[in-house]
């Protein structure tokens, strides 16, 4: 199997599990190699979109029928976990909105979330609409930092390969900081 085999039937769902898991990195990259003709740049923000919904959806429903386990219990007692459920007292709609849109709240709102009064049914389609918006916003952020990428290398012609390794590359410098905030936060 060649590389240009591997990312035409991986690429999207690798986007889908990135946009699920780690966030807007994956889809940056997702953006990144849709603007080197790898993948569909419509396609990759259906599946970062498809991916948030997911995982938000799979954190609500943890906050909603395991409110009383250890896990949701040590996410409750962190300040980040308050102040999502300040701000989602004051202005529900808007935070099930924005949220995933602020650094350090992508995974405890849909928790909040989920261990408030809000129904189900407000939380799904606004969780959607919202995913698909980010889905947009960070695909495209990739897909013009396409070109910037492009102009940057100039005249060198990446082959497809060597543009894996650099987006794979990116994806593990993003997780590391990602990771490395996590821990100084939790210090």
Same mark, same amino acid.
């Given at each position: ?7 035409? !039937? ?54 909603? @029928? ?7 219990? #040590? ?17 529900? #709609? ?11 709240? @992508? ?6 979330? +989920? ?19 980010? +889905? ?22 990446? !082959? ?17 900081? #990602?990771?490395?905030? @996590?821990? #100084?936060? +939790?210090?």
């Amino acid at each position: 199997m060649t590389i240009e085999t591997f990312v035409a !039937d991986y690429g999207l769902l690798a986007v889908v599990l990135g946009a699920g898991i780690e966030g807007e990195t994956a889809v940056v990259i997702g953006g990144l190699m849709a603007h080197q003709g790898l993948l569909s740049l419509p396609l990759v923000m259906v599946a970062a979109a498809v991916g948030s919904f997911a995982s938000d959806q799979i954190f609500f429903t943890i906050g909603r @029928r395991f409110r009383q386990s250890a896990w949701v219990a #040590r996410l409750t007692a962190r300040p980040a976990f308050a102040r999502a459920l300040t701000t989602l007292e004051r202005h529900p #709609r808007a935070f099930i909105l924005g949220f995933r849109f602020l650094y350090g709240l @992508r995974t405890i709102s849909p928790v909040a979330v +989920g261990t408030s009064h809000i129904p189900t049914a407000t939380f799904v389609p606004l969780n959607a609409l919202a995913a698909a918006l980010w +889905g947009m916003l960070f695909a495209t952020i990739g897909y013009v930092f396409g070109e910037g990428f492009a102009e940057l290398v100039g005249r060198v012609r990446l !082959d497809r390969q060597t543009l894996l390794i650099v987006a794979a590359s990116l994806l593990v410098i993003g997780l590391a900081i #990602r990771g490395a905030m @996590r821990w #100084r936060s +939790g210090r």
